[in-house]
């Protein structure tokens, strides 16, 4: 069974950072396209960025592009997602996922329990 486990949340002011962290236990990233979404309350699931398993091709919502760096470490079976210039509407719960394919329309097909980050003053 994948588990995924996300961490690295908190409260951060407007402009400020975070990296979230997501650890994978019980499968082998190396083979698979992960990504990371957040779901904010009264808002539609954003799908914010994936990797691919091979190229090292990336995808960003424009939402987030240029402000979110994905990254992975298939050696210790995490994902990272660097946050910057974080805004009030980066408030969400972020979750970790594997992805069948990482496109524009990727569709998460499992993931954690998800991380709360709030970006306030």
């Known amino acids: 069974q994948v588990t995924l486990a996300e961490s690295g949340g908190g409260l951060v002011q407007p402009g400020g950072s975070l990296r979230l962290s997501c650890e994978a236990s019980?499968?082998?990233?190396?083979?698979?396209?992960i990504g990371w979404f957040r779901q904010a309350p009264g808002r539609d699931r954003e799908e914010v960025s994936c990797l691919r398993s091979s190229e090292g091709r990336t995808y960003d919502a424009d939402s987030v592009k240029d402000r979110f760096t994905m990254s992975r470490n298939n050696r210790r079976n995490m994902i990272y997602l660097q946050m910057r210039d974080l805004k009030p509407e980066d408030t969400a719960v972020y979750y970790c996922?594997?992805?069948?394919?990482?496109?524009?329309?990727?569709?998460?097909?499992?993931w954690g329990q998800g991380t709360q980050v709030t970006v306030s003053s």
């Open positions: 996922a594997i992805t069948p394919m990482c496109s524009e329309n990727w569709v998460p097909a499992g």
């Open positions: 019980r499968f082998a990233l190396d083979y698979y396209s």
